[in-house]
């Protein structure tokens, strides 16, 4: 059967009622195991649904929205709508076409490193149900750039892919320059931009790279290295929200001085701030980054510095607690040229996404 009489027999009437199923029953379900299990378990059923005739096509049919309102042109490239996927869910670019197939505009994939290496100790991925979040602790965990690199030169799909790009945990920060550029050289044919993670809380002494002095220096190198691609490709730095108005400053600076493409905020906080969640279990989960609806407000305040700072002339992927449309209305009010889902999407499965291109349509049009 093809898959236009899959989408025009009587089958697919019922199609639209199984995205109200994730609420009720998909996640619930999903919810009763440990967070890590069921991601390993819910990638392989989509490895799966991959390669099976007229599967894909269906998914695509249930998610994807498809409006030139939803079009947008940001440093460069073409997005088909401007709700992305953050980077973190497909470390080592296994299914990111099927995420495409799930209406997102872009898919960014790692954090990727030179080496393969195992991450943190588990467990390390926690649900704090009550207050819509997550934290984490996995440190990197992945395959290595060389694998991933061998995954997209094969892609079949025109899905825009982010490479998020990072250091090994064993190498020092002195040396840290070496490990990104080898992950932009290694990547650089087979992304369509990418993402320089220094604001990570899971890696040690990661963070200290966004620094003035390393943070200017490791910029430099990799837009250096990029002009000598016969296609260049746009480079964004990752932020964190856990940094002060001064250092926020020192950062625009430097990303105007050394011609970077874009700024991405937010990464996950350290900080514990007003949750729900009882205290005890807080404490019983330890370090990691939070990720959800707690850091929606200093993620958008953060966004919102950034454009009325720079007028508006540095591009802004908006990322951290977008749960709802009206959450990501607020993050592209706020200056947002283009906004990313983790958290929300497993919270609130893939319906988000044509939830918020729809809510997107509505607005353009009235």
């Not at 890590?36 to 007229?54: C, D, Q, W, Y």
């Not at 825009?160 to 650089?188: F, H, P, R, S, V």
């Not at 609806?293 to 508006?312: D, F, Q």
Request: proline residues 5%; contains cysteine; charged residues 25%.
């Amino acid at each position: 059967m093809t898959l236009k009489r899959i989408e025009n027999c009587e089958f697919a009437v019922y199609l639209p009622k199984s995205i109200q199923m994730y609420h009720r029953v998909i996640r619930p379900l999903l919810f009763l195991f440990k967070p890590e299990f069921i991601h390993s378990v819910v990638f392989s059923i989509l490895k799966i649904v991959r390669v099976i005739p007229g599967l894909p096509g269906i998914v695509s049919s249930l998610y994807t929205v498809k409006n030139e309102w939803l079009e947008r042109e940001v440093f460069g490239i073409k997005f088909s709508n401007p709700v992305g996927l953050a980077a973190g869910l497909d470390k080592d670019a296994d299914v990111f076409e099927m995420f495409g197939k799930m209406g997102f505009g872009f898919v960014e994939v790692g954090t990727v490193t030179p080496l393969e290496q195992p991450g943190n100790i588990k467990p390390r991925l926690f649900r704090l149900i009550e207050d819509k979040g997550l934290i984490n602790r996995m440190g990197f965990n992945n395959k290595g750039v060389l694998l991933m690199a061998n995954k997209l030169k094969n892609r079949k799909s025109n899905v825009i892919i982010g490479g998020n790009i990072g250091k090994n945990k064993l190498t020092d920060n002195d040396k840290a320059i070496d490990d990104y550029l080898i992950c932009l050289e290694t990547l650089q044919e087979y992304v369509d931009y990418f993402v320089v993670n220094v604001s990570s809380p899971n890696t040690p002494n990661l963070r200290q790279l966004q620094e003035k002095e390393p943070l200017t220096n490791l910029l430099s190198s990799l837009k250096e290295r990029n002009r000598k691609f016969k296609i260049p490709k746009p480079i964004l730095l990752k932020i964190a929200p856990d940094i002060t108005n001064n250092q926020l400053d020192d950062i625009i600076e430097i990303v105007q001085n050394t011609g970077i493409d874009g700024i991405v905020a937010t990464n996950t906080t350290i900080e514990r701030d007003n949750l729900k969640t009882q205290a005890e279990q807080i404490d019983r989960i330890g370090s990691g980054g939070l990720s959800g609806a707690p850091v929606k407000n200093r993620s958008t305040e953060i966004i919102r510095y950034i454009y009325e700072a720079t007028n508006g002339k540095i591009p802004i992927i908006g990322v951290g607690g977008i749960m709802s449309p009206e959450d990501a209305i607020e993050k592209l009010d706020a200056g947002a040229s283009l906004i990313q889902l983790y958290t929300g999407f497993i919270y609130e499965g893939p319906s988000l996404v044509k939830k918020i291109n729809n809510s997107l349509i509505s607005r353009a049009k009235s």
